[in-house]
């Protein structure tokens, strides 16, 4: 079953592999970098069909770290 669709209301994944949130802390002043791009995309190239970012704040105030998105 893991490599069949799965529909999510109105969202149809390929399959079933998800890449749930990974607190990275490599985000510069609270922006995502290149290394986002890369660590995020490999994944989703590699075959996941979901892939969850990590957290993310509104406002400097929210982050846990100084290096949170």
């Known amino acids: ?26 985000s510069e002043d609270g922006f995502a970098t290149d290394w986002h791009l890369v660590h995020l995309g490999s994944r989703a190239v590699g075959g996941a069909a979901l892939v969850f970012t990590e957290a993310t704040a509104v406002c400097p105030e929210g982050r846990i770290s100084p290096h949170c998105m």
């Not at 079953?1 to 490599?26: A, D, G, H």
């Open 1 to 26: 079953m893991l490599f069949t669709p799965l529909t999510i209301r109105s969202i149809t994944l390929k399959n079933r592999i998800v890449v749930s949130p990974m607190c990275q802390y490599s």
